[in-house]
């Protein structure tokens, strides 16, 4: 073999290897001289941009190989020309050694990383790998990094905006994480928050700072060591500094756990109130009737055994005309005042509770016999009649004070309480303002008001009242001048008195639409009567209270067609008594209207003559108890004589009630009185008969007249 044989088979051995090695490197290889010519190339680096074995060859340009990567779906979004400008520019800014990167998109989206370095002997050595699968994993591993630390975020804010602390603790007892809750409510130093910090540690630090628990912090420490050990749930309720804190431990599965920490302070606070507003006054805070009844029960079993002990239910007298007439404002007022009086009563073992509205009922235990009772209803009694003064307004109440003992009057709570309501109402009944024990037979009684107060809320429905109507004789003019009504009450195939009833339909305020009622029927009847003969109405206190009763009289007189001097209108002095100012209001504009007013059983009452000077009346009506002993009693004689001539003085007219005797009325009539009314005379009538006397009066005096 010549020299010269063996340097090219050398050569070509070499050429052999070097195109192994090129084939075998894992990515694409090209180099490019510096005139931008192709001078090697491997197969790598033809299947990234698709070129054919044939379609490049040695010495190939630049910006052919470009032009063919175009024509093959290559760099996509650049023309051929672009893409070569930008490269060759690249090429170019890199001749000083060093190796720069690019990325390059291809065919069906794949992704080819470049770097090229340039060397003086050959050009620009270039590289190309197929990064997709790469980018594809850091990109995924990118998204999960910020979808992790996303929910990061979340979990944090979730963790640090409830409103209840919460930590979390791994098996060994370390604080894994906590919230700022957590922090805020034990206050906790910054070291004890730290990831790590022990349990213990943290507890020792609350117990030190003031942590109850109810026991000491060893055994608080074993609970919490106990429950840990058994992985169950458990909870506890602890103070600190004055905050009620609720602890609940949550166990998790690898032995660590959870633990939530509520400040409930303001919600025991808030369930404290309502169970004390469930069984108090909301005005007086006094106890209410729920809470007197439960510790009346409590009370039971001592009565069983002998032991005694009294209820006193108490009313206040008045209550509703103040409350309607001066406002609920003044009324709540009012009840305040009482409740602080009543329990200035009490003895510090006594009960006080206001039952509702004006009602109040004390039970007083232990007692040792019913003075003890009799003296505590004597001090409410006269600790209410004292005047209040509210708005700078006086008002004058009183109280009434029913009372039961027991285990005489009962050894239940609703036996006590019933009894105790009957002495109640018999102290209402005897005048107010006084205090009654229960007596038997109470509950009679009660029944019938019951049984009274139920028929008259149908009475006018069923068309059982009616008017009777009894003359009143002028003396000076012998003849009928005027007519009072008197109700009567049809029931239960009864005529019941209005002694019986006209009380009740006061107390219960049936009396407003009863009255309405007889003012409309007497201006109805009268209406056909002889043009100068009036009639008479009387007029509970209680319709004063209706701020309409003069709007009420009005519309009676228009309706039956019936003048306003033909209606006189009687009332009590237990009226004027009350000294109220819009009822001498309404008693002026009922005068000024031309209606008479009449003062009824004058003499009865406290019979002030500065009443008379309160108000002009027309008449003064003698109560016919003055009538019964006149013939045998000097003292009756003297009090007729003076009231008659007291009234002509004043120039009021005078009726006396109840004649019934020839003697009788020839001794009212030498004394001058104007008019008389009773039996004598005339019973009450009914409309009819009434009406029938009238005509033939009438018929009389015209005769007498046209003979004269």
């Known amino acids: 073999m010549r020299s010269d044989d063996v340097g090219k088979d050398g050569e070509v051995a070499e050429a052999l290897l070097l195109d192994a090695a090129l084939e075998s490197i ?4 090209c180099v490019w001289s510096p005139q931008f010519r192709l001078l090697m190339w491997n197969k790598h680096y033809r299947d990234f941009y698709g070129f054919s074995e044939d379609a490049i060859h040695r010495g190939m340009t630049l910006e052919d190989v470009v032009h063919l990567s175009a024509r093959l779906g290559n760099h996509p979004g650049q023309s051929p020309d672009q893409f070569y400008e930008h490269y060759t520019s690249d090429l170019l800014a890199n001749r000083n050694g060093a190796r720069q990167k690019a990325q390059e998109v291809v065919a069906g989206g794949r992704i080819i990383e470049t770097a090229h370095v340039y060397s003086e002997k050959l050009g620009w050595v270039v590289t190309h790998e197929d990064i997709t699968d790469e980018i594809a994993r850091s990109e995924s591993q990118q998204k999960r990094k910020l979808e992790l630390e996303r929910q990061n975020i979340r979990l944090d804010a979730a963790v640090n905006n409830i409103s209840i602390g919460l930590c979390m603790m791994d098996a060994r007892g370390r604080l894994v994480i906590c919230n700022e809750p957590y922090a805020r409510i034990y206050n906790l130093p910054i070291q004890l928050l730290r990831p790590g910090s022990q349990l213990e540690d943290i507890l020792a630090h609350l117990f030190d700072m003031g942590m109850s628990t109810g026991g000491t912090k060893d055994d608080y420490i074993a609970w919490r060591r106990e429950v840990i050990s058994r992985r169950e749930y458990g909870k506890n309720i602890h103070e600190l500094n004055g905050r009620t804190i609720l602890m609940q431990h949550h166990p998790m599965k690898d032995g660590g756990w959870v633990s939530t920490h509520e400040d409930i302070t303001e919600q025991r606070q808030a369930e404290a109130r309502i169970q004390h507003l469930a069984r108090h006054d909301a005005l007086t805070d006094l106890p209410n009737r729920i809470e007197f009844l439960e510790q009346m029960a409590r009370v039971e079993a001592g009565l069983t055994r002998g032991e005694m002990a009294a209820v006193l239910y108490i009313d ?49 235990r232990p007692i040792d016999g019913i003075d003890t ?53 018999k102290a209402k009944s005897e005048g107010r303002s006084t205090y009654h024990f229960f007596e038997p037979g109470m509950d009679a009684e009660l029944q019938q008001r019951r049984s009274i107060e139920a028929g008259l809320r149908l009475a006018i429905e069923r068309d059982e009242l009616r008017l009777m109507f009894q ?30 009833f006209i009380p009740v339909a006061e107390e219960t305020g049936l009396i407003v639409p009863i009255g309405e009622w007889v003012l409309q029927e007497a201006c109805r009847t009268a209406a056909s009567w002889p043009g ?58 009922l005068r000024g209207m031309g209606v008479r007013i009449s003062m009824d059983d004058f003499g009865t009452g406290y019979s002030s003559l500065s009443y008379l000077r309160s108000f002009p009346f027309d008449k003064i009506k003698i109560d016919r108890s003055f009538m019964r002993d006149i013939a045998t009693r000097s003292d009756s004689q003297a009090i007729i004589k003076a009231v008659i001539g007291l009234g002509q003085s004043l120039g009021m007219t005078t009726t006396v009630e109840g004649i019934e005797t020839e003697e009788q009325l020839a001794m009212v009539r030498e004394h001058g009185v104007s008019e008389i009314q009773g039996f004598l005379f005339s019973p009450p009538l009914k409309p009819k008969a009434l009406a029938n006397m009238l005509h033939s009066e009438a018929v009389k005096g015209q005769a007498k007249r046209r003979a004269s």
């Open 471 to 500: 003359p009143l004789l002028a003396l000076e003019e012998n003849r009928v001048t005027c007519v009072e009504a008197l109700l009567r009450w049809d029931h239960d195939d009864r005529t019941i008195s209005p002694v019986e």
């Open 532 to 589: 100068d003969v009036r009639v008479a109405v009387n007029l509970s206190p209680v319709q004063f209270r209706n701020k309409d009763l003069v709007g009420q009289v009005k519309a009676a007189l228009s309706e039956a067609g019936l003048a306003p001097t033909r209606l006189e209108l009687e009332i009590t002095e237990s009226l004027i008594l009350s000294d109220s100012e819009s009822t001498i209001a309404a008693l002026h504009e």
């Open 316 to 364: 206040l007298d008045h209550f509703k005309a103040v409350n309607d007439t001066l406002g609920h404002a003044v009324g709540d007022e009012v009840i305040k005042q009482a409740a602080v009086r009543l329990w200035g009563t009490t003895r510090e073992s006594d009960l006080l509770a206001r039952l509702g509205g004006d009602e109040f009922a004390m039970l007083l």
């Open 26 to 29: 894992p990515y694409g290889f």
């Open 373 to 425: 009772a009799a003296r505590v209803a004597d001090r409410i009694v006269k600790a209410m009649r004292a005047p209040m003064v509210i708005g700078g307004q006086q008002i004058e109440i009183g109280a009434s004070v029913g009372i039961a003992v027991g285990p005489g009057d009962g050894t239940t709570t609703d036996h006590l309480v019933k009894n105790a309501d009957l002495a109640l109402y």
